[in-house]
Structures are given as structure tokens and as C-alpha cells.
């Protein structure tokens, strides 16, 4: 199936025949049964009621944070890279602006348990960026060069580049969790299998302080959003204090809002700042069920 301008032809031994569209020639599917679909500069999630609208020249798959739950990451027309999960909120140090070319890939090369982004600039560089976007290495590639595909190379993970090879961490499977070619895999089935459930401990099933942060950060006079990754929790309170140490506010989470999951999901908390001050700040992040507590500092600026 081939697309020629706003039609869709299927080709075969008696040649080319025009069709209507079907959902499925936009979507692009996980394992753990999570679809997104991008038609017309429109993204839908299946398990989501609104859409996200975006004009992206590339969309990969991946399980970045290692909840479960595989995050669409895009490459807009501009070159700038995005990541967002299901309900559309940005991952964790994203957006970036990498003037990357469409070529994008996802694999674990360099940590043996976050998977990395790589990219291929418009000024024909290779970049290798952790889960959170930032840059692990940055590679000049050469006029016959280009991010072709993630494989396995004498037993190690690697990157093909066209006339090259370059190889990195021997793993023992490159298969879940891999993003390897443009569109997925050789036969551009755009879908991912992933197992990355069974790599979270049980003790980030109260609160996962690793996936848990605050955005606009620093924030130039927009609200604050804590995005917090709690599981089986029975209190969730949020205590911002100036840099002096003085109390600035308490935001307690209603109890009716609290996931009660043996694993943990995204919940996201507003802090309205239109009359807070210019300065730093920090949030105090009190969990617990009736077994256990967990709390982590979240350092804020705000700058207006």
C-alpha cells in the first residue's frame, strides 16, 4: 500500500489499485495494547477521548520510563523532538530543539536499562540522548553515512549506518523495547513489543521519586504542574517552601483523586504561582498508604 498525494493505491502482481483509507494505515501499536494514531497533523490515543494536533515528519515508539506504558516520540517540521505519553503530557525534558533530520531510532546501547533516543541532525551529526533527553554523544557522520537501523553486530547492539558499523554494550536482547527502524521494523509495521514491566521493583509501587517532577521548570509566570508517579497511596501532600524555609503553601490531593494501583500512574498537580514571587522554591513530596511513606524534594524557579 503506497500513498500518491491524498489517494492510496495497493499494488500487487495485477498492479495498482486505488482504496479508501483505513484508521489502521495511521496507527502505530504496542504490545501492551496501547494504539496511537496520526492522520492529517492529528494525534489520537485509543485509550483517550481528546487529540493532540501537530505536524510531525517522524513517530517512534518506546517505553522511556519504564512504567509499562510506551510514550510516542515525533519529530516536528522544524526539526525539534518531542515526547509525550498516552494523556499527551510532555516526558520529562521535552521538548527539545535538535534540528533532528527525520531518521529516528530508539534502543538500549548505552544503559542497560533506559532505552536512548538517536537521532541524525540537519548538520550531519549522530546524537545519542538518555530517556530524559539529555545528550550522551554526539558523532560526525561521513557524506556516505546515515542512521539507518538498531541491530545486533558479533554479539554486541549496534548502529547501522550505511557504510559503518558502530557497536556499543553487548545486551541480551534487542528485541523488546526497540524502536530500529524508521517505521518499526524492516516490514514497516510500526509497532513495538515491550516487557518493562518486569523491570520495575516493587518498591516504586507507592511512588516512583525517579518519574516524578516539575514542569515549566524554571517557569516564566505559567503554573507549575507537578507530575507525580504514585501507585497504591492513601495521602499525597505537597509542602513548597521558600528559599528561606519559610512555608509558602500546602496542596493537599484529594483522596477521591488518588490511584489505587499495585503499579504506578501519572497524576498531575497544579501549582497556581500569580502570587508567588521570582525565586527558588521547594516542594516537599509526602506519600503513603498505611505500610509505608516515601517523599522527595522538588527544586522549583520561577522566574517572571
Not at 43 to 57: E, F
Not at 80 to 105: C, I, Q, R, T, W
Not at 244 to 256: H, Q, S
Request: charged share 25%; hydrophobic share 35%.
Amino acid at each position: 500500500i503506497v500513498k500518491v498525494d491524498k489517494s492510496f493505491y495497493k499494488i500487487d502482481k495485477n498492479g495498482a489499485t486505488i482504496i479508501e483509507p483505513s484508521e489502521n494505515f495511521f496507527s502505530y501499536t504496542a504490545s501492551s495494547g496501547q494504539v496511537f494514531y496520526y492522520q492529517d497533523f492529528t494525534i489520537k490515543h485509543n485509550g483517550y477521548d481528546k487529540i493532540k494536533n501537530m505536524a510531525l515528519s517522524s513517530i517512534a515508539l518506546a517505553d522511556l520510563d519504564l512504567d509499562g506504558r510506551v510514550e510516542l516520540i515525533g519529530v516536528d517540521l522544524e526539526g525539534a523532538l518531542h515526547a509525550f505519553d498516552e494523556y499527551f503530557n510532555y516526558m520529562n525534558g521535552f521538548p527539545l530543539k535538535v534540528k533532528s533530520s527525520e531518521n529516528l531510532l530508539i534502543g538500549n546501547l548505552i544503559d542497560n536499562t533506559h532505552p536512548e533516543i538517536i537521532i541524525e541532525t540537519l548538520d550531519g551529526d549522530l546524537m545519542i540522548l538518555n530517556n530524559e533527553g539529555k545528550t550522551q554523544r554526539i558523532l560526525s557522520l561521513s557524506d556516505k553515512s546515515f542512521l539507518s537501523s538498531i541491530g545486533r553486530y558479533e554479539g554486541k547492539s549496534a548502529l547501522m549506518l550505511g557504510d559503518r558499523v558502530l557497536m556499543f554494550n553487548e545486551l541480551k536482547d534487542q528485541t523488546l523495547n526497540t524502536w530500529s527502524y524508521k517505521n518499526g521494523s524492516p516490514n514497516y509495521n510500526r509497532s513495538i513489543a515491550i516487557d518493562t514491566l518486569n523491570q520495575i521493583s516493587s518498591q516504586l509501587a507507592l511512588f516512583n521519586k525517579n518519574n516524578s517532577y516539575a514542569y515549566p521548570n524554571p517557569s516564566y509566570g505559567k503554573d507549575v504542574i507537578f507530575r507525580l508517579d504514585v501507585g497504591n497511596a492513601t495521602s499525597i501532600k505537597i509542602s513548597i517552601y521558600d528559599l528561606a524555609g519559610y512555608l509558602i503553601t500546602d496542596i493537599l490531593i484529594p483522596k477521591e483523586k488518588i490511584f489505587s494501583n499495585t503499579k504506578t500512574s501519572t497524576l498531575e498537580v497544579p501549582w497556581k504561582i500569580n502570587n508567588v514571587e521570582s525565586g527558588v522554591y521547594f516542594a516537599k513530596v509526602d506519600v503513603e498508604n498505611d505500610q509505608q511513606t516515601s517523599k522527595k524534594i522538588i527544586k522549583v524557579g520561577i522566574i517572571k
